[in-house]
């Protein structure tokens, strides 16, 4: 367990507030992509359902995972934020969803382990 996450690290405490938000509404873009049946291929439209069940608790696991293991939940949560993207290209509403929430993940890691780092240092002066 890293350091920064035994104290809970303000990355970890954002990571978990965007994921723990976007788990809602990857729930209601696969109810989206059911109520349009814009599944690919032969695909049954409950597989849309089935998607953002399973974004949901992908989601919401990764923001747990952040207690544990810092660096893997920041590695798993980017791998969703592309998987959310690539659902944009059944419902091109969801390219929002990616544009605002893509953003705040970036935005959030980025300022936090900045700021994590400061924090670090001013610890050890």
Known sequence: MSEGAKRGSL???LGSIVLGLEALIVFLA????????ATPGNLPAWWGVVWGIVMMLLMSFTAGLFRRNE??????GSI??????LAGFLVPAIFLVTLIFGGMWWYCMATGQ?????DESRATN
Not at 114 to 118: E, K
């Open 11 to 13: 990355t970890a405490k």
């Open 30 to 37: 696969g109810l989206t992509i059911y109520g349009l049946d």
């Open 71 to 76: 660096k893997a939940a920041i590695w798993l």
């Open 80 to 85: 969703l934020q592309g998987v959310v993207a």
């Open 114 to 118: 900045r700021l994590d780092r400061a």
